[in-house]
């Protein structure tokens, strides 16, 4: 079953084992574990669904879950604030916001303490309005926020559905005019708004009951793991996911005090000489990971940003700039940390001194892959090249007035202008009310047809606006999807590089001091272990804070 990445559980785990080695090392943990339980029970990402009763909020949850932990019925069932603890997550289920006062002001208070507010409506009551009014006061409160519709008359893959599309361009035509009422324009555009998400919760929650294959089909045709990967993207850069950081500080510390207290036992200047220089070169590898994913985030989110402009703006965002632009981070960054190491060993070859280890230059020295040069130097890393399925548009054209498309709410109708009335014979005067009063009756039914055909006009333009808008909803939210793949694909990979491009550096400079002189084994042990742990907080620091 699909998961959400548990960065809570991650840096438990992490806790646990330094506290191991800190106990095996003849020191007492209670304070360590103390201190990031403190912090740790304050730090739990919260994810709260809220919208209309009976629209399948709980069941939604239900199938996320995987476990019948929310109430589910045909009445609002859901009174209070239903609290679910979910692997590492918090699951809030509200009242209704259709349901009762006192069940909607339950729920708004709640919006506050909420990292990602998922709206849930069902296939049936997209034109609720007290729905979009309040989704418009959550994008207000710049709270990240997925719509999810909850197909319940789906017959088959939701996405394929015949009515998704209509359905879409309803509830964007709805935000349109909610978001209008309250003075907001372009809601489309707006980077709390992470999109539109069909499901079927029914069949994701009797996926269980299938073998896996079968339950495997089920879950894709009902889109519960889309919307487990919009929830993803937007839990790991919420609020509740950063408050870990504080935990990962004190990690931090408590590894290079541990690291400091082993190292100052050592009495041999060799032994001294490579500790110290081995610190020195995994704090450049660090920094050289912190500072790929920082670059590489930055660069592949300003490139989400580009692509989601150029949906409007008719620009043009080629995904080879964004491929291309990672590699040179990568390469100027190993360039950078090249010079680096170069440094360190003209350190290490003065701090060895008259001391029989000698090193060879070449061992500090950080190795890429070559651009193959039939591939006209696109080659670094063959995972770079496969960043082809970014959903980039060209630009979606906008009506004009000129085609028929946009037009003012109103034309300027002419008045109508009555006779001028002369002093006359009454047979003239008589004549001349006849012929006012049918050159009157002309104009008003011109000007209703003229109504006609400009309500007509109107009609048709706000429908199309309305699906172009839908279109670059759901481009932005694919968009957003993508980038976040992608992020996350960076990440996993450059962290594969960094270690194996240090790993010949380290392994090298272990080689030349251990063939001198024999360390304890149980104090290289302990450090190794430091140093992996002090290298996984870092990593784990990254992934949050980029």
Request: charged share 25%; glycine share 6%.
């Amino acid at each position: 079953m699909t998961e959400l990445f548990d960065h809570k559980k991650k840096v438990l785990e992490l806790r646990d084992r330094c506290a191991a080695l800190y106990t095996e090392c003849g020191k007492n943990g209670d304070s360590f574990i103390k201190d990031t339980d403190e912090v740790l029970s304050r730090s739990t990402p919260c994810l709260m669904f809220y919208g209309l009763y009976n629209a399948g909020k709980s069941s939604i949850i239900n199938a996320l879950t995987g476990e019948e932990t929310a109430a589910v019925g045909d009445v609002p069932t859901t009174t209070r604030v239903q609290n679910i603890n979910w692997n590492g997550f918090l699951i809030v289920d509200t009242p209704g916001l259709n349901a009762q006062t006192e069940h909607t002001l339950t729920a708004d208070s709640q919006i506050a303490k909420s990292d990602v507010v998922v709206f849930v409506i069902d296939d049936m009551n997209v034109d609720e309005k007290s729905f979009y009014y309040a989704f418009i006061n959550v994008l207000k409160k710049n709270k990240p926020s997925l719509i999810v519709i909850n197909q319940k008359n789906a017959d088959g893959p939701v996405e394929q559905a015949q009515n998704i599309g209509i359905l879409r361009e309803q509830i964007v035509a709805n935000i349109r005019y909610a978001a209008n009422a309250q003075g907001i324009t372009d809601v489309e555009h707006n980077r709390c708004f992470r999109g539109i998400v069909p499901v079927n919760a029914m069949t994701a929650w009797e996926a269980r009951n299938f073998p896996e294959k079968a339950a495997l089909h089920l879950r894709a045709e009902s889109n519960i793991n889309e919307l487990f990967k919009q929830m993803q993207a937007v839990l790991n850069s919420s609020n509740g996911v950063r408050m870990l950081i504080p935990a990962l500080d004190i990690i931090n510390s408590l590894l290079e005090g541990l690291s400091e207290d082993m190292k100052s036992g050592i009495k041999s200047d060799i032994q001294k000489t490579y500790y110290s220089t081995r610190d020195n070169i995994i704090r450049q590898k660090d920094s050289l990971y912190k500072r790929l994913i920082a670059e590489g985030r930055t660069k592949i989110n300003a490139f989400a940003d580009k692509a989601a402009a150029s949906v409007s703006t008719g620009d043009t965002a080629d995904v080879a700039e964004i491929r291309n632009s990672l590699e040179q981070t990568i390469r100027q960054a190993f360039s950078d940390a090249n010079l680096s190491l170069q440094g360190e060993f003209q350190l290490c070859s003065v701090n060895l001194g008259e001391l029989s280890v000698k090193l060879d230059k070449s061992e500090f020295m950080l190795n890429l892959p070559d651009p193959d040069d039939s591939d006209e130097g696109t080659g670094l890393l063959e995972w770079l090249d496969t960043i082809f399925d970014l959903p980039i548009p060209n630009g979606l054209p906008f009506p004009n007035p000129g085609d028929g498309g946009l037009v003012p709410p109103r034309f300027p109708v002419p008045p109508s202008t009555p006779e001028k009335i002369g002093i006359t014979v009454l047979l003239g005067l008589i004549k001349a009310l006849v012929s006012s009063k049918k050159k009157a009756e002309e104009q008003k039914q011109r000007e209703a047809e003229m109504r006609r055909q400009i309500e007509e006009m109107n009609r048709q333009s706000e429908e199309r606006i309305n699906s172009m808008v839908t279109q670059i909803v759901e481009i932005n939210r694919k968009i957003r999807t993508a980038a976040s793949d992608l992020e996350n694909s960076y990440s996993a990979n450059v962290a594969n590089l960094v270690e194996q491009a240090f790993a010949p550096v380290l392994s090298s400079l272990e080689t030349e001091f251990c063939e001198e002189e024999k360390r304890s084994d149980t104090a290289k042990n302990h450090l190794d272990r430091i140093n992996s742990l002090l290298h996984e907080c870092n990593a784990i620091r990254a992934s949050i804070d980029g």
